[in-house]
């Protein structure tokens, strides 16, 4: 079973940042792509960044370019999502996946385990 674990959500002000952490435990695979997505009320499950398990590949969304940045750490199996310039239209549950393929794909079926998410809210 593989564990996954999001924090670091809240309430932030547009314009403002915050740093979303993914921790991973349990009997995760030697090597994955971690990626993030999100989703908002009543609006389907999107791709925000994901990132290869050497960390030399990673993709965004559109939205993404340029205001968030995906990162890693494998000493402390932590995956990072920072945020910055937030808008109200990001206000969503973020969650992040793996993909027990290494793809470090948008897809959303790649992904294998996903934890339980952890709330967004960005005010204007």
């Known amino acids: 079973q593989v564990n996954l674990v999001e924090s670091g959500g809240g309430l932030v002000q547009a314009g403002g940042s915050l740093k979303l952490s993914c921790a991973y435990s349990?009997?995760?695979?030697?090597?994955?792509?971690t990626g993030w997505f999100r989703q908002a009320p009543r609006k389907a499950r999107e791709n925000v960044a994901a990132?290869?398990?050497?960390?030399?590949?990673?993709h965004y969304a559109d939205f993404a370019q340029g205001r968030f940045t995906i990162s890693r750490d494998n000493a402390r199996n932590t995956v990072d999502l920072q945020m910055n310039d937030l808008k109200p239209e990001d206000t969503a549950v973020y969650y992040c996946?793996?993909?027990?393929?290494?793809?470090?794909?948008?897809?959303?079926?790649?992904?294998?385990?996903w934890g339980q998410g952890t709330q967004v809210t960005v005010s204007s």
């Open positions: 996946a793996i993909d027990l393929g290494d793809l470090g794909s948008g897809a959303e079926r790649a992904y294998d385990f």
């Open positions: 990132i290869t398990w050497q960390g030399d590949s990673t």
């Open positions: 349990g009997r995760t695979p030697r090597r994955f792509a």
